[in-house]
Structures are given as structure tokens and as C-alpha cells.
């Protein structure tokens, strides 16, 4: 179902909610990645463009205690955000209150202020992340329209998206979850084919619904990743020491069996006696894997034959690393399947999801080369597991 964007509605002398993800990492009381920061630009420059007036809010890290409270402070991500839209940006410090509401009175068109953690709210009974109903409402009262842009949080039902969006007239969709929605919903709705899936990563049980889902959408599936051992035994090889996950070997034969042949995996793997950084690496065809050695990523006969399949796709999705590639030792198979996805860029949509494969491309310096790379760990493998996001749920259809 297509959802209303900012592009659709009038935002010229509106109180324009924004809920955007700043959950940043923070080291030592500095941000240390400013990545979602600058995701969030285009939305907010376009709202203050238009006239809008940007009412902004995120959570950030968890509140249990007290002593959350102060280390989690926006403040920060306020300044920092001012810097790059040359603005400034006016940080009210509390999430509630007559502060703040004088501060949104006061606000004028193409101005914005900034509220405090949205988390605060979860100190006194988890208000924010509980969605309580009465803390949704008096959000939504404070605007008069909700933009939505926090596709990291789309999985979760909290009082800052579908608290207010229940209590507004109009919720839109910004373009970071636009993006998020053309993309990764536009590969699973209808997909350009061959549409070939590639999973990867570290265990068969964080990613069933993944490949389960997938095995609906996809002409192929290619498994790599510490997850293709526990096929591999399913299969009747023997494994050695890699990975395995004993209680899931049943499960790996009735996937297998109900792919009929969609699924694909390796002929050889890369092995190692022990799991280090130095440890010495062979070339091991699928049924000659030592009893002292375990899989640390896939083979060269396998980057060949998973070569030869992506360089035909027409729609790829990506989720997990094929190997240890935090060792660059085992990183060459991740690096080759990502560097055959650069090349077909011009022919194909290529897509990532998954915090750790989105990290290992970057890493590579690979990035630019993809169509999309999900800005959600949590929230697209759950899209990809094929369930409706409350967070995109809660945008207005068109
Ligand atoms: P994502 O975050 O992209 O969804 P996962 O969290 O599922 O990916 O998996 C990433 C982890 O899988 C990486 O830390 C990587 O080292 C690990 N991994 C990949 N291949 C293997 C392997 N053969 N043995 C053990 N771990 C592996
Ligand atoms: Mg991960």
C-alpha cells in the first residue's frame, strides 16, 4: 500500500512533528558516528524549506535510572545538528510541560527546536516505549502534522510514532522511511527478477523467519555465513569444529526440502584450526573438512558459483556476513560477493539489511556501490522477516 510522503501535504505555517532517529552512539560523552544525523538532513531541510515550523524528537540509549538521565541528554546531538543545517537549533530539555509548549507557541515558519529524549518518559513507567496512550496524545497535541522519518524504531510500537499517530489528523512518512519503504517493502512486493536473496551471518536461529520469508519471494537464495553449517550437516557432511546449531539441523532439511533447489550453498570453504585473526587458513572442498577445523568463510569454487548467479540478478537483498570478516584473513568471500554486487549496480536494485553486512561493506569501502543500505538493524530484518512495521503501519495511506 503506497503511503503518504511530506511531499504530499502542505507544511507552510505548520507545527510539523518530526520523529527522527538520533540514537547515536556516544563514546566518552561524544558522538562517535554522526551517520543518523546527516540521514535525517533532507526531511529536515525540506520542512523548513517549505515553511514549516520542525517540532524534532528522538530517544536515545535506554533510561532505567536516574543516572540515565543525564548522560543521555540530546543536547548534544542538538548542537551538532545545528552545525550542519547552519541553523540554530533551539534544545528545550524536558519532554513535557509548559517549556516546551511555549517554546512550539513561539516558533516561527522555517524555525526548529528540538525536545529532550523521548526516553525520559520511561523512567515513570515506561511511558515512551509502552506506548502509554495519554503520553501519545499529548504529543500529537503540540502539532498539527506527524512526520515520521524513524525507520530504526519502525519496529516498535512506542508513544513517539504510533502514540501520536493515533491521535493526529495527518501522518506522513519522511524520506529516510520512504526510502526504507521503496526499497526494501518494493523488493518484497514486487520485486524486478530474478530477484536473488543472499543470507549470511552468524546463526540459522536469528534469521528462520529471514529465509523463511524469502524463500517466498526469491528465485534464489544463496547461504553463507557461520548459518550454512548447520545446513551442511543437514546435508550429511561433517563439519568439523565450525559452527553448528544442533537443534536446528531438522529445520535446515525441511527448508532445504521446501526451497526445491532455491536454496544454494558453497562447495568449499575456507577453514581454520583456531578462531583468531592469525589463524592459518585452507581450502577445503564441502566433504574434507578436517575434525580439528572450522568454516571461516566461503571458498573461491563458491564466490564463482554465487558470481554466476548475481551477475544476471535484477533485484538483490543482502543479510549477513558470508565469513569471520572482522578477520581480514576470512573477510575475502564477504568482499568478493560485495565487490560482484557493485558491478551489476547499473542493471539491478542491491540492497543490504543487517547492522554487522552494512558495517562489513562499509569497511571495504564498498558503500556507494549499492542501491540501498538499510539505516535499521532490528527494523529491517523484521521487514525482511515479512511482518507489518507499527511504524510504517501508522503512516497515512494514499
Ligand atoms: P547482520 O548484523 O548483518 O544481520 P549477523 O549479526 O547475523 O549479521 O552476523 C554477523 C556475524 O556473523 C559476524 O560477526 C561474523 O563474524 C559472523 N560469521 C560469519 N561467518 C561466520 C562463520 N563461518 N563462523 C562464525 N561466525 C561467522
Ligand atoms: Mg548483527
Not at 502539532?143 to 512506542?158: K, Q, S, Y
Amino acid at each position: 500500500m503506497a503511503k503518504m510522503t511530506i511531499r504530499d501535504v502542505e507544511l507552510k505555517g505548520k507545527k510539523v512533528l518530526i520523529r527522527v532517529d538520533f540514537n547515536v552512539p556516544l563514546k566518552d560523552g561524544e558522538i562517535s558516528d554522526e551517520n543518523r544525523i546527516v540521514q535525517a538532513l533532507p526531511t529536515i531541510e525540506y520542512v523548513l524549506e517549505k515553511g514549516g515550523r520542525a517540532i524534532l524528537f528522538s530517544h536515545l540509549g535506554r533510561i532505567k535510572e536516574e543516572k540515565d538521565l543525564a548522560k543521555n541528554s540530546l543536547d548534544i546531538v542538538a548542537k551538532r545538528l545545528g552545525e550542519h543545517l547552519n541553523k540554530d537549533v533551539k534544545f528545550i530539555p524536558v519532554t513535557r510541560g509548559k517549556v516546551l509548549e511555549d517554546a512550539v507557541d513561539e516558533l516561527k515558519d522555517g524555525e526548529i527546536l528540538m525536545f529532550e529524549n523521548t526516553r525520559f518518559e520511561d523512567l515513570d513507567g515506561k511511558k515512551e516505549s509502552k506506548n502509554n496512550p495519554e503520553l501519545g496524545k499529548y504529543w500529537a497535541s503540540l502539532g498539527d502534522i506527524f512526520v515520521n522519518d524513524a525507520f530504526g524504531t519502525a519496529h516498535r510500537e512506542h508513544a513517539s510514532n504510533v502514540g501520536i499517530a493515533n491521535n493526529i489528523k495527518q501522518t506522513v512518512a519522511g524520506f529516510l522511511l520512504e526510502k526504507e519503504i521503496n526499497f526494501i517493502g518494493g523488493a518484497l512486493e514486487n520485486p524486478e527478477r530474478p530477484f536473488v536473496a543472499i543470507l549470511g551471518g552468524a546463526k540459522v536461529s536469528d534469521k528462520i523467519e529471514v529465509i523463511k520469508n524469502l524463500l517466498k519471494v526469491a528465485d534464489k537464495v544463496l547461504i553463507g555465513g557461520g548459518m550454512a553449517y548447520t545446513f551442511f550437516k543437514a546435508m550429511g557432511y561433517e563439519i568439523g569444529q565450525s559452527l553448528l546449531e544442533t537443534d536446528k539441523v531438522d529445520l535446515a532439511k525441511e527448508l532445504l526440502e521446501l526451497s526445491q533447489g532455491k536454496i544454494l550453498l558453497g562447495d568449499d570453504v575456507i577453514t581454520a584450526k583456531e578462531f583468531n585473526a592469525e589463524s592459518e587458513k585452507n581450502v577445503r572442498t564441502i566433504n574434507q573438512i578436517p575434525a580439528d577445523e572450522m568454516g571461516m568463510d566461503i571458498g573461491p569454487r563458491t564466490i564463482q558459483k554465487f558470481e554466476s548467479i548475481i551477475k544476471d540478478a535484477k533485484t538483490v537483498v543482502w543479510n549477513g556476513p558470508l565469513g569471520v570478516f572482522e578477520f581480514p584473513r576470512f573477510a575475502e568471500g564477504t568482499r568478493s560477493i560485495a565487490q560482484a554486487l557493485t558491478e551489476i549496480k547499473d542493471q539491478a536494485t542491491t540492497i543490504i539489511g543487517g547492522g554487522d553486512s552494512a558495517a562489513a561493506v562499509i569497511q571495504f569501502g564498498l558503500d556507494e556501490g549499492f542501491t540501498h543500505i538499510s539505516t535499521g538493524g532490528g527494523a529491517s530484518l523484521e521487514y525482511l522477516e515479512g511482518k507489518l512495521l507499527p511504524g510504517i503501519e501508522c503512516v497515512d495511506n494514499k
